[in-house]
């Protein structure tokens, strides 16, 4: 059963960048069907997608955080990422790595959420 | 792109049932039919409930179902129980290749 788990620093200083990594098993990050997504959700708000990234790196990002994006993956780790720079307090969320399939337009597993909080 | 709008809560009796809507526009929920709803209990992460607006995945209660017109996609969950209590989220893929959520839909069983 595919598993995926966020990891990364719970504190981020404002201006700084945000760097996070998801860990995947129970399947290859290099399925020829699987895209792997970023979605996020600051405390009591609702849910926004933040990007998609393909096991050869192609990507795909939200228009209004695609100039303080990058997305990686690293497939001998099995391994995506996450990179977004000059964050503000507005940056603090809970930080959720999932998973669509080719074609297929929703997103299932997810981890379990790993909380960034912006903060001097 | 703007996120869908979902009213912000619904509220029903053990037993009964409730609609949740969710709208978009020409660009996502109109132009597709490839809209999904998510439930969320606290602290807890988001559970594919409906996937293509009216498909359950393996696993989830039958009393879940969706639906579609227009811009607007729907969540109806009947025979409400305590246990459907959450936040619930639509979210659509869109004619630039990106996904958009809803703003979220708070469901109280009273």
């Known amino acids: 059963q595919l598993q995926l788990q966020e990891s990364g620093p719970g504190l981020v200083k404002p201006s700084e960048t945000l760097s996070l990594t998801c860990i995947v098993s129970?399947?290859?990050?290099?399925?020829?069907?699987?895209?792997w997504d970023w979605i996020r959700q600051p405390p009591g708000e609702g849910l926004e997608w933040i990007g998609s990234?393909?096991?050869?790196?192609?990507?795909q990002y939200n228009p209004s955080l695609k100039s303080r994006l990058t997305m990686s993956v690293d497939t001998s780790k099995n391994q995506f990422s996450l990179k977004l720079n000059s964050v503000t307090a507005a940056d603090t969320a809970v930080y959720y790595c999932?998973?669509?399939?080719?074609?297929?337009?929703?997103?299932?597993?997810w981890g379990q959420g790993t909380l960034v909080t912006v903060s001097s | 792109q703007s996120a869908l709008t979902q009213p912000a809560s619904v509220s029903g009796s053990p037993g009964q049932s409730i609609t949740i809507s969710c709208t978009g526009t020409g660009s996502d929920v109109g132009g597709y039919n490839y809209v999904s709803w998510y439930q969320q209990h606290p602290g807890k992460a988001p559970k594919l409930m409906i996937y293509?607006?009216?498909n359950r995945p393996s696993g989830v209660s039958n009393r879940f179902s969706g639906s579609k017109s227009g811009k607007t996609a729907s969540l109806t969950i009947s025979g409400l129980q305590a246990e459907d209590e959450a936040d619930y989220y639509c979210?659509?893929?869109?004619?630039?290749?990106?996904?958009?959520f809803g703003t979220g839909t708070r469901v109280t069983v009273l």
């Open positions: 990234i393909y096991y050869t790196g192609t990507t």
């Open positions: 293509d607006v009216s």
């Open positions: 999932a998973r669509h399939l080719s074609s297929w337009y929703w997103f299932d597993p």
């Open positions: 979210s659509s893929y869109t004619s630039i290749s990106t996904f958009v």
């Open positions: 129970g399947g290859p990050i290099s399925s020829s069907s699987s895209f």
